[in-house]
């Protein structure tokens, strides 16, 4: 069965740092999808960045990026030049290719950045 | 413009009553999908829908209805609440690529 653990319960860094956030899977199919999404303090949840199990490239949104090692199963998120609006928790989800199109997701990440 | 909306945005409920959570989508999209979220914890899957008259179980289940009466319209419904179903319930559709979720309804059950 796929799993996804996000073992950081929360983590506090000082602006316009680099701050990077765990994620490991376990999937026994050999094609999935990884996914990021924040929510806010307002309970809004939104996507931030996708990476494909078959895509070597990490993928990079504006100043998120991942770190994707595929032999370690991990997919991290690593947001640069931190602000203060990047505050929210993180979700890393992970979708497998085959059977129904449904995202399994993690615990999440509290990220604080102060000033 | 909010392209799933949920309803009502907060509710109080008591226990062994009804309660409908109703979700909208402009999306124009065939899946969608209710979460529930506890505090510390993830998004769990409760019901699915990838086109209307027909939902799908998700991993929990148990304890929730679902409806869709249309490819806009998605309801989860409580038939007889309970406190355990105290929790955040999110709306999605899903896209070409990702899911876009609702603002969230804030659910106490007393």
């Known amino acids: 069965a796929q799993k996804v653990t996000q073992t950081q319960t929360s983590i506090s860094v000082v602006e316009k740092t680099t701050v990077t956030m765990d994620c490991v899977y376990e999937t026994r199919d050999s094609s999935y999808f990884l996914f990021w999404y924040k929510q806010t303090a307002s309970g809004e949840i939104v996507f931030l960045i996708r990476q494909d199990s078959y895509k070597k490239e990490n993928a990079t949104v504006g100043h998120y990026s991942l770190n994707f090692q595929k032999p370690k199963s991990s997919i991290g998120l690593i947001i640069t030049a931190t602000q203060i609006e990047d505050s929210a928790v993180y979700f890393c989800a992970m979708r497998e290719s085959s059977g129904s199109w449904q995202l399994i997701f993690g615990s999440g990440t509290q990220l604080t950045v102060m000033p | 413009e909010a392209a799933v909306t949920q309803s009502p945005r907060s509710k109080v409920a008591v226990t062994g009553g009804k309660v409908t959570l109703s979700c909208h989508q402009t999306?124009?999209?065939?899946?969608m999908y209710w979460y529930r979220q506890d505090t510390g914890h993830g998004l769990r899957l409760i019901h699915y829908?990838?086109?209307?008259?027909?939902?799908e179980k998700g991993d929990i289940p148990d304890g929730y209805k679902a409806s869709r009466p249309s490819q806009e319209n998605f309801s989860l419904i409580l038939e007889l609440a309970s406190l355990s179903q105290t929790a955040v319930y999110f709306c999605?559709?899903?896209?070409?690529?990702?899911?876009?979720f609702g603002s969230g309804t804030r659910l106490t059950v007393l």
């Open positions: 999605a559709s899903r896209g070409a690529e990702t899911l876009y």
């Open positions: 999306n124009n999209h065939d899946y």
């Open positions: 829908s990838y086109v209307a008259d027909s939902t």
